[in-house]
């Protein structure tokens, strides 16, 4: 067999990843590729950012990984970790081209007092945590308070929103971790606020989020907002269609019959200053606003008020993580790039190239501008000619590195589809690393121990 023309390493296997790997193979007949994922299982945030109530958009993942498996062309590295078991610099000697695609898995902080108060979560760990992810699946959250404060208007503070008022008999049909629904069956809570420091025409959450309160059984309440300025707002967004039928979407949500024992409320032009309590929050103070004449910044007043909270949950964003040998960019949590070039050879796509931004579809044009820069660079015969052609298999072998191959992970799939079939869910998830590598080995392998 002939080595391959162009060959290509992706560093997590999340959605920007499985994009840039279709564009790849598609666009350049001699690519091989191989993905590395310091996870077992393939898939990223699909598989622990988006809600279990969401299970039909990790399905669209699936449908990307079959084509990757089934080209011939496709490997998959798990639980092999870049800066950990290979560097950098090792991995560039065996590739053409780099791509790191491994996503924006650090929380933006308040920078406000009390931030470090137990009762103080970062939304990245908490959807982590319901989502069976294996370093987060055992953490554990004080859910006996009867409301939560959410800070942040974007979808992923609707998610978590969610999850603690949906019913858990509902819950339980998707493949929530198995721990957070025995959590999330004893809480308490019956009342969750988001608080946003703008109003509802700068809120970030999208209109199909918005839509699918409107089958849940809990009343919503907006406040910091009247009718009769979100008529205005309406009015004002006509000629923007999104806008103006997201704001629509509000106000009906508010005007629908108050009937249900769980309430979500959207507290608009509020801003948390300080986080109150002893070791653990008992409250939050926040600040009430007023819009800058253009809409862009929230300006302070000098009113305040409180809510009495014993948890709260910071949804305002995620950011990048720096990586061994990589520049970057702190201020933006990005490696800098143009057009995804990191550097000659080293490439990013997804959130780690962008920022934070987006849903799990913006990923396929920001992968296919950054595979246009490895194919740019090859054809002008920028990359480097030479490569170490020893397998990265046999290195990851000799160097004892347990590695999840595509079998292994089917192995894994198979397991976790199998135990979901039993219950009636898509999938109960395995929850620790070690459960995931048990799993991954063949039946007669376990057997024969």
């Given amino acids: 067999m002939n080595a391959p023309s162009l060959r290509v390493a992706i560093i997590g296997s999340g959605p920007s990843g499985l994009y ?44 990307y990984e079959r084509q990757l498996f089934a080209s011939g062309r496709f490997r998959f590295f798990g639980n092999v970790e870049i800066g950990r078991d290979i560097s950098h610099s090792e991995l560039s000697a065996h590739y053409h081209g780099i791509i790191y695609s491994s996503g924006a898995s650090a929380d933006r902080m308040l ?17 982590a945590w319901y989502n069976g ?36 008999a509902y819950l339980s049909k998707t493949d929530i971790s198995e721990i957070a629904l025995n959590a999330l069956a004893k809480s308490e809570i019956k009342e969750v606020v988001i608080v946003g420091r703008r109003g509802p025409a700068q809120a970030a959450f999208t209109l199909p989020e918005l839509l699918e309160l409107k089958h849940l059984d809990i009343d919503i309440e907006l ?11 309406i009015a004002e967004a006509s000629s923007r269609v999104e806008s103006a039928l ?42 009430i606003n ?30 990048g993580r ?20 990191v550097s000659s050879g080293v490439y990013v796509t997804g959130w780690l190239k962008r920022g934070p931004q987006g849903v799990i579809g913006s990923n396929k044009m920001c992968s296919k501008e ?41 192995q894994i799939n198979k397991t976790e589809c199998a135990a979901g079939l039993q219950v009636g869910k898509p999938r109960k998830k395995l929850l620790s690393h070690e459960e995931l590598m048990q799993a991954a080995q063949p039946a007669d392998a376990v057997a024969g121990r």
Avoid at 111 to 127: H, K, M, S
Wanted: net charge neutral; with cysteine; proline share 4%.
């Fill in 370 to 410: 950054t595979v246009a820069s490895v194919l740019k660079d090859c054809s002008q015969g920028d990359l480097k000619q030479a490569i170490d052609e020893t397998d990265i298999a046999t290195r990851l072998s000799k160097a004892n590195i347990n590695y999840i191959d595509i079998k292994a992970w089917r």
């Fill in 223 to 233: 406040q910091g907002i009247c009718d009769e300025e979100l008529n205005k707002l």
């Fill in 133 to 168: 992810h294996p370093d987060h699946h055992r953490d554990q959250y004080d859910l006996r308070g009867e409301r939560a404060v959410l800070i942040g208007n974007g979808n992923v503070a609707l998610d978590v929103a969610r999850m603690l008022l949906l019913p858990t």
């Fill in 322 to 341: 720096a990586l061994p040998e990589l520049p970057f960019d702190a201020e933006r949590g990005i490696l800098p790039n143009e057009a995804g070039r």
């Fill in 290 to 319: 007023t819009l800058s004449h253009d809409g862009s910044k929230a300006l302070a007043t000098s009113e305040t008020t409180a809510l009495d909270t014993q948890l709260v949950i910071k949804a305002i964003g995620y950011r």
């Fill in 20 to 63: 840039a790997a279709d564009e790849l193979l598609k666009a350049h007949s001699g690519a091989q590729v191989d993905m590395f994922d310091r996870l077992a299982t393939p898939g990223g945030l699909a598989r622990f950012g988006v809600s279990p109530d969401h299970h039909q958009r990790r399905k669209i993942i699936d449908i």
């Fill in 111 to 127: 920078n406000i007092p009390g931030e470090d108060l137990n009762g103080a979560v970062a939304a990245t760990n908490f959807v």
């Fill in 246 to 287: 997201r704001l629509r979407t509000l106000q009906e949500l508010a005007k629908q019959p108050k009937r249900h024992a769980r309430k979500l409320i959207f507290r608009f032009m509020h801003s948390p200053l300080a986080l109150l309590g002893e070791n653990k929050v008992s409250a939050i103070q926040l600040g």
